[in-house]
Structures are given as structure tokens and as C-alpha cells.
């Protein structure tokens, strides 16, 4: 089943921060995120695994709750690199069982 | 090349045709991923490949659609009699996990318009 993330969209001028949630209504295994610019591919950010972990790199990171069965990624300081569509993907299984499923994606734009 | 190739990058069909798009994986890649992105929508899951098996199909949208994977490589997804409906931009990926789906390494996508 598809996570539902929130909000659709989000507009932010550069330098402010943004969160972005993803929930499911399964248990998860593990969260992945990924950010997809406008007629390009989608590049691979994190991935967050069972066990409630937080992970960063640079000014974004992201959380994990699994009992919530929800994660948020952060953006701090935003750039406008950072605009884009963000996508988290969910997995229900350790084991290779199940595909990769994505929400319908946050839309981001920071304005300078 | 060293990335995941998809081919056609184009293709315009007449509905009621059948169709091919094909995914070269990135070399070693055992799972691979298909992926249908409408305009301005999000990712919608088709099917996943783990080496030739599929132990998920589970998004495949009808029986009009079948992949296959041959050799542990090349995927080929299929869409027979295409319809209006089934224009969109179809991605693959590939990952070296076995397990847990990790890093997946995105085609440009193939994008299909049915008229």
C-alpha cells in the first residue's frame, strides 16, 4: 500500500527549513527517500531501517519511527539545489519479498 | 555505460498496439525495478525482479502488462492492445541489494505516448 506523504508542496525562501512526513499504515521495515528534478531521474538520498534510527548527511536528514510507521526528512538551511520533488519509499520486508513502493511525492521550491 | 540504460527513450504508439521497453540494469545488479510516473504524479510501483523471479508483482495494472527478465540482466516490460490511459514515463532501476531494496539507480525512463 501506498505512504502518504505530506504536505503536497511546500514553497520556502532559501535559507529556511522544511519537513517533509511520510506515513504508512503497515509496518515498515525500512524508509527510503529519493529527490526527482523536474525531467531528470530520481537520485537516491537516504535509507532509514527498522529500529528508529536518524540519519544526515549535510543539512538534510531524516527519522524513523517505526511504532508510527512514519519518517520525516529535514531540510535545514535550504538551497536552491534543493528544489525538487521528494519521494519516500517504503519496504515491509527484510528479506527481498516486496518491491519499493513510493508516495505521490512532496513538491519543494525554495525561492531566492 | 556504466548507468542504467532504457530504450526507447520515445515511443508513440496507436492505441490497440502492443509495445516493448527494454532495461539494461547496471552490471551485477541483481534486483531490478519498473516504475510507472504519470505527468506530474508520483512513482507507481509495477514489479520487482529479484535475478530472472519477480516475487512482486503486485503493481502490475492489468493483464496487459508482463515483464520478464532473462539471464539475470535485461528486462523487457510489455504492454499489449495499449491503451490512452497507459501514456506515461516508464522508469527502471536496478539495485545490488539482495535483501532490503537498497540504493536504486534510476533510468532516464521511457516515455510512452498512446494516441
Known amino acids: 500500500q501506498q505512504p502518504v506523504q505530506s504536505p503536497q508542496a511546500v514553497i520556502l525562501r532559501e535559507g529556511e527549513d522544511a519537513v517533509i512526513n511520510c506515513s504508512s499504515s503497515?509496518?515498515?521495515?525500512?524508509v527510503h527517500w529519493y529527490r526527482q528534478k523536474h525531467g531528470e531521474a530520481p537520485i537516491f538520498l537516504m535509507i532509514?531501517?527498522?529500529?528508529?534510527e536518524q540519519k544526515g548527511h549535510d543539512k538534510i536528514s531524516a527519522s524513523f519511527n517505526e511504532k508510527k510507521q512514519q519518517s520525516s526528512l529535514y531540510l535545514t538551511a535550504s538551497q536552491l539545489s534543493y528544489s525538487g520533488t521528494y519521494f519516500c519509499?517504503?519496504?515491509?520486508?527484510?528479506?527481498?519479498?516486496?518491491?519499493?513502493?513510493f508516495g505521490k511525492g512532496t513538491h519543494l521550491i525554495i525561492q531566492p | 555505460g556504466a548507468g542504467v540504460s532504457q530504450s526507447p527513450s520515445n515511443k508513440v504508439t496507436e492505441k490497440g498496439k502492443d509495445v516493448e521497453l527494454r532495461c539494461d540494469p547496471i552490471?551485477?545488479?541483481?534486483?531490478l525495478y519498473w516504475y510507472r510516473q504519470s505527468l506530474g504524479q508520483g512513482l507507481e510501483f509495477l514489479i520487482y525482479?529479484?535475478?530472472?523471479?519477480?516475487?512482486?508483482k503486485s503493481g502490475l495494472p492489468s493483464d496487459r502488462f508482463s515483464a520478464e527478465r532473462t539471464g539475470g540482466s535485461v528486462s523487457t516490460l510489455t504492454i499489449q492492445r495499449t491503451q490512452q490511459e497507459d501514456s506515461a514515463v516508464y522508469l527502471c532501476?536496478?539495485?545490488?541489494?539482495?535483501?532490503?531494496?537498497?540504493?536504486?539507480?534510476f533510468g532516464e525512463g521511457s516515455r510512452l505516448t498512446v494516441l
Open positions: 532501476a536496478s539495485s545490488l541489494a539482495t535483501g532490503i531494496p537498497g540504493e536504486l539507480f
Open positions: 503497515k509496518a515498515l521495515y525500512s
Open positions: 532509514l531501517l527498522k529500529g528508529g
Open positions: 519509499g517504503t519496504s515491509t520486508s527484510g528479506g527481498g519479498a516486496d518491491g519499493l513502493t
Open positions: 552490471s551485477g545488479h541483481t534486483a
Open positions: 525482479f529479484q535475478g530472472n523471479s519477480a516475487p512482486d
